[in-house]
């Protein structure tokens, strides 16, 4: 059965509310759904999506929210609109289902003159399944701006009936504690990556013996409390550290950026033509003779630095300049001595070939803040300037062409200098090492003008003598 058949058939139940419904239709339905949302293809497609891009990366925001509005009952005496309010705690289990701990407190007053006038205060908690509809519909755009979702949920509550007026001998106060199942549909729009509003409308249907009392008095079916509200959601966690919730996100945004770090890895070459166990791209020296000892580059050793490869060498130990001197015991061995100390490595840099394997820094839509995927990139960056503490690295930034030229640059700027203060202070790097250029929405990986996450980017060069920092605009 399709979710929207699910909905239909919520529907058909609820305008029906005035039958009777047995308790335990509640926890059944509760089930049912669970049942159906865990086979759904879609939901696993989404779910195995998740557990291989965000939550591998980066923990995910819980959402805390608060809520006013307007209640009334749908019961036996004329209905009045009452105050409502409450509080909530959101969980994201993946890109289309979320669960939510939600408290309320519910006053209303029921008046006729048949009946008489009564007052209810109603207070619950309860657990609901929310469903975002719009991630239904994948497509290409930025992540979400607003949030379309229905719910299905239940819980218990406790409320009191307290009659003011009495004309029907009927009426009675009431004091009880039911179950209740709640449903309905609400719409949030996000006005930052902290706060977002919504507006929503539900109701409660209780279940037992006293299901038909909200109203203080018991005639045909079950009462319902319908409400409408404003919420004011608050995302809990530093976004630094943590994705806001993934209702926000696009699911097609995960699967892009992986499609985009696999373009733009670039791609190695394994092939060693001479067989001296240095890969050709690294290779200085490709044509080596076979079996001859070489650095870590590729070239013929010369132990002595005479010129001479040792494989030509007579005495590759002793310099050119003394292989005709007289020299003691003692002078051989300091200098194999001195030469077994040095380095094996080779301090000569290919700026080419450490730039093809400098990482790409990835952004979020209008942010500066560095996702924690890229916490690793930047380490190694790190380790390859501790490695090597002569080379100065170009740290450049850029943006994608869904704002203003002006923006755009500030933007390029601030993302440049968010990597750079990283690598400053977590890293320890030494500042005057980092050169900060940005170049906006210029030079685009992707030719597009709209919000492409491999636009949003810092890259890496090694920096030349004739490279400069850039002051901000």
Known sequence: MAVPEICDTFTIR????????????FPMLILFFFGLSSQNPLHAQLWTMKNKTASNRHPVMWELG???GTVVALSDIDLQPGPAGGIHLRKSLDYMFSL???????????????????????LSGGLQLLVTLNNFNWNSKAPRKFNLYTWLGGGVNHYKVKVLERFSPDLRPVSASQTHADAGLGVAWKLNQRFNIALESGAFILFGNNADNLDGISRRGNDVAAFSSLRLNYNIGNPRHRNQPLY???PIDAIMEQVTETKTRTPVNFSDQDHDGVLDELDLDPNTPPDVPVDTRGRPLDSDGDGLPDYEDPDPYIPYFDKNKNLTEEEIREIVKDELNKSGLNTEIDPEVINAFLPLIHFDEDSDNIRYADHAHLATVARLLKRYPY????????????????????????????VIDYLVHIHGIDRNRLLLQY???D??????????IINRRVEFRIATSG???????
Do not use: C, H
Request: glycine share 4%.
């Open 439 to 441: 170049n906006g929405e």
């Open 66 to 68: 608060l809520r006013t």
């Open 391 to 418: 080379i100065r690295l170009v740290v450049k930034g850029f943006t994608d062409r869904t704002a203003s030229r002006t923006y755009n640059l500030d933007l390029s700027y601030r993302r440049a200098k968010a």
């Open 100 to 122: 939510r701990a939600d408290a309320q407190f519910l006053y209303f007053r029921n008046s006729d003159q048949e009946d008489g006038t009564t007052r209810t205060s109603f």
């Open 248 to 250: 926000w996100a696009n």
């Open 443 to 452: 030079d685009p990986l992707v030719p597009s003008r709209t919000s492409e």
């Open 14 to 25: 609820f305008r029906a509310k005035l039958l009777p419904m047995r308790a335990s239709t």
């Open 467 to 473: 490279d400069r920092e850039m002051e901000r605009n």
